[in-house]
């Protein structure tokens, strides 16, 4: 789940500049020397690039995040067998999407003779195939690159809540953790000692993400992420053997969901599948990029598997008490808290690649503007307002679930789902593409966009049936 293409920070003075970053140019920096012919489709001469494992391994951390741990909770809104098979069905079209991508980038490459595009240059020159979009060409890039920051400073909300809802869970029951890990009775940690509310926490939490965003290069924070990822990959390890050793049987569950939490289960489902920002990137820095298809389908194939298993074991164990994060379900022992404060580690860690993409879209055009001795405060500052604001969005909305639905919805749908076969049908147009290939490319799409007008009115509206509860429970309490 993370974003798209390279960046020239000192570029044109735009607020959507002609290049999008993305944290695998920061980790992962393009290898020097000539770019590879387009028609050799292979860097001639060079040792350097990413290798197939390497390709696989930025793929597999571009996509597994906190949505994989939300994925119980979109079983449950879809049931026990339809959400499986939904998300087996929505993995098939998201590796559709992709591909996609990666061959009109081809095509539309090998066209105007450049190297490699960004996902948002791919979409503009796309345009301008078309004749009567051409003059509008410039707005599909702008266009990508807004969603592509509204979806990263989701990211970073989600984060704040996610942060938040964990810690707190883990300070509330901190006087009666045991080595005791066997499953309570409500299938979740006991809140023992009630502390102040999660939105205090994301205030807490405020100043050490923006100490984090000082950072000036994000190569600095390459151990910590590798850190990070090994202590995720461990907590999910842990996670996966708890459920699977306490399903319950018989069990009970219904087949099929609810048709109006569907939506909720569409969005969290999307936000989990979202990583074709990280596409592009990652096979324009291939030592063989005509190896990339492999890595591909076998790295959304393991993701694929990791999404349906978890989502169903999950919700088999955990049942109508699952929560919007799995980690706010395991038991109150020092193992399964250790696990949450590992798994928020990373997420801490992880904020930082996800704000390198907006940060790198929003503020240099603003920084290229000011006098020299400004451009450092004047960067700092920006990168301040950037966090508070998403610190404020999820203060706003402090239910992980809902945000996790709601930035789906909104914007992943258009980038994963909406975008890709619209693409292919203006890089294509007069060129062949079968009657077959163009039908399938409006059913996606026309289903990406169902599920964003859906998913984003019932996320909406459940957050808003939230609070109002909230506020009537609080007035009942000084009551």
């Known amino acids: 789940m993370m974003a798209s293409s390279d960046v020239d920070i000192r570029g044109e003075a735009s607020l959507f500049s002609d290049q999008n970053p993305s944290e695998m140019d920061a980790l992962c920096p393009s290898p020097p020397g000539p770019s590879r012919p387009q028609r050799n489709y292979e860097r001639i001469g060079e040792r350097t690039g990413t290798s197939f494992c390497q390709t696989l391994i930025h793929l597999l951390k571009g996509n597994i995040g906190t949505g994989l741990l939300g994925l119980p909770l979109a079983v449950k809104n879809a049931g026990l067998v339809l959400g499986p098979i939904s998300l087996l069905c929505m993995g098939v079209v998201a590796v559709h999407c992709m591909k996609v991508l990666v061959k009109c980038s081809h095509h539309l490459s090998a066209k105007?003779?450049?190297?490699?595009?960004?996902y948002g240059e791919a979409v503009q020159y796309g345009m301008e195939n078309v004749s009567w979009l051409r003059r509008h060409s410039q707005w599909g890039k702008h266009t990508v690159n807004l969603f592509l920051i509204i979806t990263q400073l989701g990211f970073c909300c989600v984060y704040f809540v996610f942060l938040s809802d964990n810690i707190k869970q883990v300070v509330e029951a901190a006087n009666a953790t045991t080595f005791n890990c066997h499953m309570n009775y409500t299938n979740q940690t006991q809140v023992l000692v009630p502390?102040?509310?999660?939105?205090?926490?994301?205030?807490?939490?405020?100043?050490?993400?923006?100490?984090?965003?000082?950072?000036?290069?994000?190569?600095?924070?390459?151990?910590?992420?590798?850190?990070?990822?090994?202590?995720?990959t461990a907590s999910l390890f842990l996670i996966y053997f708890y459920s699977l050793m306490n399903i319950p049987y018989p069990i009970t569950l219904p087949k099929v969901g609810s048709a109006k939490d569907y939506p909720l289960f569409f969005g969290t489902a999307i936000f989990a599948f979202e990583g074709i920002g990280v596409v592009l990137p990652l096979e324009n820095k291939m030592q063989k990029p005509q190896t990339f298809i492999p890595v591909l389908y076998l790295g959304m194939g393991i993701v694929t598997f990791l999404y349906i298993s978890l989502g169903t074991i999950g919700y088999m164990c955990f049942g109508e008490h699952i929560e919007g994060s799995i980690t706010?379900?395991?038991?109150?022992c020092w193992t399964y808290q250790a696990v949450k404060l590992l798994y928020c580690f990373g997420i801490f860690i992880t904020f930082a690649l996800q704000f390198y993409v907006p940060a790198e879209i929003l503020i240099p055009?603003?920084?290229?503007?000011?006098?020299?001795?400004?451009?450092?405060?004047?960067?700092?500052?920006?990168?301040?307002?950037l966090v508070v604001f998403t610190c404020a969005l999820a203060i706003l909305i402090p239910e992980l679930d809902l945000v996790i639905s709601l930035v789906g919805s909104v914007s992943s749908s258009f980038?994963?789902?909406?975008?890709?076969?619209?693409l292919q049908i203006l890089v294509f147009q007069g060129e062949g593409l079968s009657p077959l290939s163009t039908a399938r490319n409006v059913v996606i799409s026309l289903i990406g966009f169902v599920g964003f007008l859906t998913g984003t009115y019932i996320a909406i509206e459940q957050i808003i049936a939230r609070n109002g509860q909230k506020e009537t429970f609080s007035t009942y309490m000084v009551q």
């Open 415 to 422: 980038l994963a789902l909406i975008f890709p076969p619209i």
């Open 365 to 385: 055009p603003v920084v290229a503007r000011v006098p020299a001795r400004w451009e450092r405060p004047v960067d700092l500052l920006l990168r301040s307002l």
């Open 112 to 118: 105007i003779n450049r190297p490699s595009l960004t």
């Open 328 to 332: 706010l379900n395991l038991p109150n």
């Open 195 to 232: 502390s102040f509310d999660s939105r205090l926490y994301m205030l807490c939490f405020l100043p050490f993400f923006i100490l984090l965003v000082f950072t000036p290069n994000l190569k600095y924070l390459t151990p910590l992420s590798l850190v990070a990822n090994l202590v995720m």
